[in-house]
Structures are given as C-alpha cells and as structure tokens.
C-alpha cells in the first residue's frame, strides 16, 4: 500500500512540476534562448523506438511490450523516456515493486 502512495505522490508531484514549468516558459515565450528550448523539451514526442510498445500497450499485450522494452534497454540504453515507459507498463501490469525501481 506505502509503495502505491508514493507512486501516486511522485506522479502527482512530477505533474506539478512540468506544469510549473510550462507555464514560466510560455509567460516569457522570447525572453531567451534556454527558455525556448525548455518548451520544445515539454512538447517533444516519445522515442520512435518506444511508440511500438505503447500501441502494444494498449492492445493488452503488457508481457510483449515489456520484454521489447528490456530488448530496447540492452540495445540503446540511452533511449529518451526509456524508463518512463518501462516503468508504465509494469505500473499497467500491477507490478508496483518494479514500476518504483525502474
């Protein structure tokens, strides 16, 4: 039980944060060049790689996208949002223990 509470608490807090930070950066939309990078930062998509295993995902296949994540983790493990995704599809798999540790 404590480890879906902090799970929730960390996600509520990530949430906090980037909205946070959006909205800094679109209330100075030309003050600098950090804070244009920052926004394209936020809006940038998913790694191509992972979007397979989202749709997998979806489709109720959570063991497959896994293990394709893990394949993707030990090929390119600098993949952006990697453990992100990871993380989600064990969190979908009601596999807590792991989606914290990843």
């Known amino acids: 039980m ?7 608490r960390a996600t ?14 679109l209330a100075q939309p030309s003050s600098s060049s950090a804070s244009d ?4 930062l936020l809006q940038a998509s998913p790694a191509p790689d992972s979007q397979g295993t989202r749709l997998l995902m979806q489709q109720g296949k959570i063991d497959e996208a896994i293990s394709q ?12 949002g ?6 989600t599809a064990y969190y979908k798999k009601s596999d807590f223990p792991k989606a914290i540790d990843t």
Do not use: H, K
Not at 14 to 21: F, S
Not at 37 to 40: E, G, V
Not at 69 to 80: F, I
């Open 37 to 40: 990078a920052l926004l394209s």
């Open 12 to 25: 509520l807090v990530d949430v906090a944060c980037v909205w946070a930070l959006t909205n800094i950066t």
């Open 2 to 8: 404590q480890a879906c509470y902090i799970l929730i």
């Open 69 to 80: 994540l893990q394949a993707l983790q030990t090929d390119v493990p600098e993949t952006r």
């Open 82 to 87: 990697l453990d992100l995704e990871l993380g």
